[in-house]
């Protein structure tokens, strides 16, 4: 009887903890993101967005976002990430370098001219 009981306590509570533990995991990807606000160049096919310290973000994905807001200030809310991108000089060593990214999961547009420093 005693270890039905404690079973039977052991279950309850672990069904109790499994959502908690699957809402956390969901909570959690709002956090992943990141917004940042700036400039937005688009250069060599390559979507940039210059923040008012004259940082360069560079931009991966939501190009039919992105498109209609070229030289506007606007505001991106995306996943930060990083891509390696391949420095070889044509007979050289391989090489290559890491280079920080942002995920484009939403635009906000704040102005139809850019106040950042890097105009």
Known sequence: MRKTVMLTLVLIVSAVCLPAQDAAKTSGKASDLETIEGCLRRSAGQYTLIDDTNTIHHLVGGAKLLTHH?????????????????????????GAVVQATIEVKSVKHIADTCKAVGN
């Open 70 to 94: 070229i030289g506007h200030e606007v505001e991106i809310t995306g996943k930060p990430g990083t891509r390696t991108l391949d420095t070889t000089p044509a007979g050289a060593a391989s």
